[in-house]
C-alpha cells in the first residue's frame, strides 16, 4: 500500500483498477480545510495522461505488474519478436504496444517487457543504444563554432539531430528517452 506521502515521479500506483504512473505531483496545503495532492498519471494501458486530485492519507495498492528481460530477435509486419531471456521462449509483441520504441530496436538488444496481470502493456529499452549513422549531410570545415546541428539517419530508421562533425559509418550513444545524442563513440 502506498500513501499520498510517499508519492513520487515515476511511481506506480493503481487507481479504481488501472495502473498508472506518476508523471507529476504537487502537495498543496490552503489555508482552510484539509491539505491535498494534485497530480499527473499516465494510464498504462493506453497511455492517456489525466489530472487527479486526492486527499492527503489516501491508500493506493501497488499495481501487480511484473518486468521481464527479453530480446529482440526481428520484426514482421505488425509484430515484434522477442526471446525471453530466462525461459527462451519467442513472444510477438504488436506494432501498437512498442510504440516509439521501434526507433531504437536493432537485433539482440536486450529490453524489459512490463506486464500487468499477466498481460503485456509495454517496453521499457535501455538508456542509451549504440547505432551508426547511414545517412547524413556532410560537414564543413569552419563551421563548427555555432553548435549547429544537422539530421542524420541510423540503423535502425530513426532521425536524430547531431554535430555538423558526425559523418556516415559514425557510431553514437543515443538516450533513448529524449532521442537525442549523447557523444560519438570511439570503435
Known amino acids: 500500500m502506498y500513501d499520498t506521502k510517499q508519492f ?20 498543496v496545503s490552503p489555508g482552510k480545510g484539509g491539505s ?9 494501458l493506453n497511455q492517456a495522461v489525466i489530472e487527479r486530485t486526492f486527499k492527503t492519507g489516501d491508500k493506493f495498492v501497488q499495481p501487480d505488474l511484473e518486468q521481464l528481460e527479453y530480446q529482440y530477435l526481428y520484426r514482421e509486419g505488425d509484430h ?26 536493432q537485433e539482440n538488444l536486450v529490453i524489459e517487457v512490463l506486464y500487468y496481470n499477466g498481460r503485456a502493456i509495454g517496453v521499457e529499452l535501455p538508456t542509451f543504444v549504440e547505432l551508426k ?22 540503423e535502425t530508421g530513426a532521425s536524430v539531430n547531431v554535430p555538423l562533425h558526425i ?21
Not at 526471446?83 to 530496436?105: C, E, H, R, T, W
Not at 559523418?167 to 570503435?187: P, S
Open 133 to 154: 549513422v547511414i545517412e547524413t549531410e556532410p560537414g564543413f570545415k569552419g563551421d563548427t563554432a555555432t553548435g549547429a546541428q544537422k539530421p542524420a539517419k541510423l
Open 167 to 187: 559523418k556516415e559509418g559514425d557510431v553514437l550513444r543515443i538516450d533513448t528517452r529524449e532521442y537525442k545524442y549523447m557523444e560519438k563513440v570511439n570503435k
Open 8 to 27: 513520487r515521479k515515476g511511481l506506480k500506483i493503481e487507481v479504481e483498477g488501472i495502473p498508472y504512473n506518476i508523471v507529476d505531483f504537487q502537495l
Open 80 to 105: 515484434f519478436y522477442f526471446m525471453n531471456q530466462a525461459n527462451y521462449d519467442q513472444v510477438p509483441l504488436d506494432a501498437s504496444l512498442i510504440g516509439d520504441a521501434k526507433d531504437f530496436l
Open 36 to 44: 491535498f495532492v494534485r497530480t499527473k498519471l499516465k494510464n498504462m
